[in-house]
């Protein structure tokens, strides 16, 4: 086999994804010319999706520590205490390219990818959340990759078994060519069994566990790590394939090893497969590994070792097992059909030695492939900034009809319900889902406490676009907004950064911004971020897609009895609203949706009064003074108090008056963090008004609900709109496109 | 009442079953490994939701062949109780236990949703808590949940009284626009002969408490144990 390898060269290298420098750098490391497997090797741990080479100094800015931290970024996942001997483990990844060109097997393999992380962490897998970005709707290329896309996550995460509960589905133009596949997984754990992955214990015996190795998936790190031209379809190849059963016996096989004591450490196989666990592993110990190829279950003949190493075939682990131990860990294996053999040892030479039937085809340190280059790579303030900022929106002229505005507001695309896609997916398995989605943010209680979490994602790429930092440190803000509306204390935040090409200046300013923006709204609002993801490299023919930073907020009631929906739940109850007048209509759904332009400044954004507002809301929710709390996001106050009125069971109307002179539009449409509609029993009004008071926020009642129409008074004008109508509009809006 | 919850690989309602049973129900119950065929100390089976086998070949159809399912023949004839629900269903049809097939969703979509049961026949151990008509609410989750039976087979099940649950709106019609999945007749539940094994597509397990939106799930089990625990306290009629 090894005659027939290709020769390697500077262009072989080149043709793999690295440079000339890294190619010098990987010679001078070794002090030789590696073998053709070992630069495959380098290849892809050293892919921008393994190595964060073009933006690891940018994500040392984040704050990534908190009394309550138990794992932060650098392992599988990161883990927070929530009490009572809990933990929750969470992360969010992007499978963006593969969904791109293969969207069905790619957000299945999105899904499968991220759950692995949660149970290589030791942590049952309780709840997933997809953050989805595509084109028009209309346009039936675009229906063709939701369709797959949603299609796919119901697959897998209903045959597995986890329950789909939250996320968020957007649209714009921006992300035709190049979609965002963002799933979020939690997992819960007890806090004193978390497992990690690590190669400790010179001597120990290194097992393979799971699926077979296929050629599937080869280079998918590498293909994750370059913009897509004409010939994306060719790639479809490079796309693996997935298997929710084999995941989920793998996951009751993983789980109930951990148990016996036998299992030392554990990494799942993602990208670059048993290449990134047989490196990344004894590097964090300061161990080596000497692993035996031809030992590796495969499902193909004739596979090379670069294939075998390079290979992302899914539902597979890594797993270093208590030396004397090994019966334990197979009798567990065996008993759920699966694969668990012992392909090596852990050694304590720092190096990675490969072999074939005895003969060595590789031998690396591994410091030297987990360690891979950073790049401070220059950045610049785009020049389309400029003109796009200088845009007043308000020179538009005001809707003829502010009514008739909301209604289509309400039926555009990223706003309407999503409840095409929920249905789809399993909300309910493992009986934990007591906040079903649909609303701010999901709730699961966890048995056996009285406790729950709440979680949410949010990431919007407008405003981001317009304004990196703040538009970021705003993402931040809507999620862990989103949790404490539902009754949460905001606990840790996941990250996944979805951005074009870091090697243009103007796309890795916006990165760099989005990050400091992330960064200052955490400190602010003390959340630490315990993990994420950077895909970079997301343009088709030199179209960036939007900058998103897609922001999961994981987050704790200490009553699952006591928390919110958003919708109103009867007639008769008081409206206010919590947060400052400060909206623009820069940026927002209603320019967007309305005028077709993406232009202007976005409202400012205050951290400490987004800080009160959170806390204020968490404990009027808390202390049971509210009946339905909604963040006023996409669409401003109107389409915040319409989602409201229409998303129960039954709709409720409501009669509101907004004080003020600024322009109708504005004042109903116009988008500004630090908002929250809340709903109260008049009998505890006095009670509220009191918590309100203590909490030094800017609040103000602006009516009631009841009544079957959505009444809003703004200044001369007036909304007058039956609640049907918005709910027709609202619940058509998306699905008149799939259905 | 002692309940045994069986595990396939790939089964995922078990917990939530077990759950139900031991906090809810408070029933003493155990797992039931799929290769088990011992089932002497159990008085109902339970057959969970899930993908047994990754219902790669048709849902439920290996698992209608296994050991466990093997052993439900002589359970079942010495009287044993068996409940499947969704998968437990489909595994039911496919190892002849009950009558009928479920089939791919009409919308060839997964549904996740409630639904609204008529109960059509109330004379049955797991019905008999309830009052004649009554309608309960109950989530459905799956991909393949179209039940199907020949006509002829149909006949005979409507004439025995076989069919226990029919999708319907809140206020009981049984209607084209209340079934989820393309059901034959709105069926979405039905007894064996024997009155002692149920099959139904919704999730009971996932409507036994007030936090998780309704209890209509508890009526099954009440009307189960009314008719095994001795005072009778479960028994409304």
């Not at chain 1, 796009?388 to 003829?400: G, S, W």
């Not at chain 1, 008056?657 to 509609?677: I, K, N, Q, W």
């Not at chain 2, 139904?200 to 799930?217: I, K, Q």
Request: glycine letters at 12%; hydrophobic letters at 40%; aromatic letters at 6%.
């Amino acid at each position: 086999m090894a005659g027939a390898e290709p020769k390697v060269t500077l262009d072989l290298a080149r043709g793999l994804g690295l440079t000339a420098e890294e190619y010098d750098r990987i010679i001078q490391r070794l002090g030789r010319e590696p073998s053709y497997t070992e630069l495959g090797l380098f290849s892809a741990l050293w892919s921008e999706h393994c190595a964060y080479k073009h933006s690891r100094v940018f994500l040392k800015r984040l704050p990534t520590t908190a009394p309550h931290l138990i794992q932060g970024p650098g392992e599988n996942a990161g883990a927070v205490d929530i009490g009572d001997g809990w933990a929750i483990v969470f992360k969010m990844e992007s499978h963006n390219h593969p969904s791109f060109i293969e969207p069905f097997q790619g957000a299945a393999t999105g899904v499968g990818g991220i759950v692995r992380d949660i149970f290589t962490m030791g942590a049952r897998p309780i709840a997933i959340l997809d953050s989805l970005r595509f084109g028009d709707p209309a346009d039936p290329r675009t229906r063709h990759l939701i369709n797959g896309v949603v299609s796919g996550i119901s697959w897998y995460g209903n045959c597995f078994g986890c329950p789909t509960v939250g996320g968020e589905i957007a649209f714009a133009p921006e992300y035709a060519g190049n979609p965002l596949v963002n799933v979020m997984c939690v997992g819960l754990v007890r806090a004193d069994r978390i497992f990690r992955a690590r190669a400790e214990g010179v001597g120990n015996p290194v097992f393979y566990v799971g699926n077979k190795t296929g050629r599937d998936g080869i280079h998918g790190a590498t293909m994750a790590s370059a913009t897509f031209d004409e010939a994306a379809e060719a790639k479809r190849p490079t796309v693996q394939v997935g298997d929710p059963f084999t995941e989920k016996l793998l996951l009751e096989a993983c789980l109930e090893a951990m148990q016996t004591g036998a299992v030392v450490g554990i990494q799942d196989m993602g990208a670059a497969g048993l290449a990134c666990c047989t490196s990344e592993m004894p590097a964090r110990s300061g161990t080596g590994m000497d692993v035996e190829l031809s030992r590796v279950p495969q499902r193909e003949t004739g596979m090379t070792p670069y294939e075998i190493l390079l290979s992302e075939s899914q539902e597979r682990m890594l797993l270093v097992a208590a030396r004397g131990r090994e019966d334990e860990v197979r009798d567990v294996f065996a008993k759920w059909d699966l694969d668990a053999v012992e392909i090596g040892r852990v050694t304590k030479d720092g190096m990675l030695t490969v072999r074939q039937r005895g003969d060595v085809v590789a031998e690396v340190p591994v410091d030297a492939l987990a360690e891979g280059p950073r790049y401070e790579k220059p950045t610049a303030v785009p020049g389309w900034l400029a003109a796009l900022h200088a845009f007043d929106p308000l020179t538009l002229p005001e809707p003829a009809d502010p009514g008739e505005a909301l209604v289509a507001l309400c039926a555009s695309p990223t706003i309407a319900s999503k409840a095409w896609a929920f249905r789809q997916y399993d909300q309910q398995v493992g009986t934990n889902t007591l906040v079903l989605p649909g609303s701010d943010a999901a709730v699961l209680r966890i048995k056996g406490t009285r406790r729950a979490i709440a979680v949410s994602t949010d990431g919007n790429g407008r405003q981001v676009f317009l304004e990196p930092r703040a538009g970021a440190a705003m993402a931040v803000c809507e999620a862990a907004r989103n949790v404490a509306c539902s009754g949460g204390r905001p606990l840790g935040v996941t990250d996944c950064l979805n951005f074009g090409s870091p090697e243009r200046p103007e796309i890795l300013w916006q990165f760099a911004e989005a990050i400091e923006g992330i960064a200052e709204a955490c400190r602010a609002l003390e959340v630490p971020v315990v993990g994420g993801n950077v895909s970079f490299y997301n343009e088709t023919l030199g179209q960036a897609v939007l900058p998103t930073p897609v922001i999961g907020v994981v987050g704790v009631l200490a009553d699952a009895g006591r928390l919110a929906t958003q919708s109103f739940k009867a007639p008769g109850h008081r409206i206010a609203l919590l947060g400052p007048d400060a909206v623009s209509l820069g940026g927002s759904e209603y320019l967007w949706a309305l005028h077709g332009r993406l232009a202007g400044r976005l409202a400012p954004l205050d951290l400490q009064v987004e800080r009160r507002v959170q806390s204020a809301a968490q404990a009027a929710v808390a202390a049971g003074l509210v009946t339905a709390a909604h963040d006023c996001a996409e669409g401003g106050l109107a389409v915040a108090l319409a989602e409201a009125a229409v998303s129960g069971a039954a709709p409720v109307g409501c009669d509101v008056r907004l004080a003020g002179t600024a322009r109708t539009d504005l004042m109903l449409f116009g988008e500004g963090p630090s908002r929250v509609v809340v709903t109260v029993e008049p009998a505890r009004a006095r009670e509220f008004e009191a918590l309100m008071a203590e909490s030094a926020i800017p609040w103000r009642w602006i009516g009631v609900t009841g009544g079957d129409r959505v009444v809003i008074r703004a200044g001369e004008r007036v909304v007058d709109v039956a609640a049907d109508r918005i709910a027709h509009a609202w619940r058509s809006g998306f699905e008149r496109h799939m259905a | 009442m002692r309940f045994g919850v069986v595990v396939f690989p790939g089964t995922w309602s078990d917990c939530d079953f077990h759950y139900v049973i031991s906090e809810v129900v408070r029933q003493p119950v155990r797992y039931v490994w799929h290769r088990d065929r011992d089932l002497a100390d159990l008085d109902c089976v339970v057959l969970p939701g899930g993908f047994s086998y990754g219902d790669y070949l048709r849902a439920g159809a290996v698992a209608g062949k296994s050991p466990v399912v093997e052993a439900l023949g002589d359970f079942v004839a010495r009287g044993g109780f068996v409940l499947g629900s969704c998968n437990g269903f489909q595994i039911l049809c496919e190892g002849g236990l009950l009558p009928g097939a479920l089939m791919r969703n009409e919308c060839l979509q997964y549904r996740c949703q409630s639904t609204s049961l008529l109960v059509e026949n109330v004379d049955t151990p797991f019905t008999r808590g309830m009052p004649p008509g009554q309608v309960l609410t109950m989530p459905i989750s799956h991909g393949e949940g179209k039940y199907y039976a020949d006509p002829e087979t149909l006949r005979t099940l409507k004439a025995r009284r076989q069919v226990v649950f029919r999708y319907a709106t809140a206020d009981g019609q049984v209607v084209r626009a209340a079934n989820p999945n393309g059901s034959v007749e709105n069926i979405a539940g039905v007894v064996n002969e024997g009155g002692n094994v149920l099959g139904l597509m919704p999730h009971p397990e996932r409507a036994a408490e007030t936090a998780m939106g309704g209890t209509d799930g508890l009526l099954l089990f009440q009307s189960l144990l009314g008719t095994l625990v001795e005072d009778g306290t479960f028994l409304r009629r």
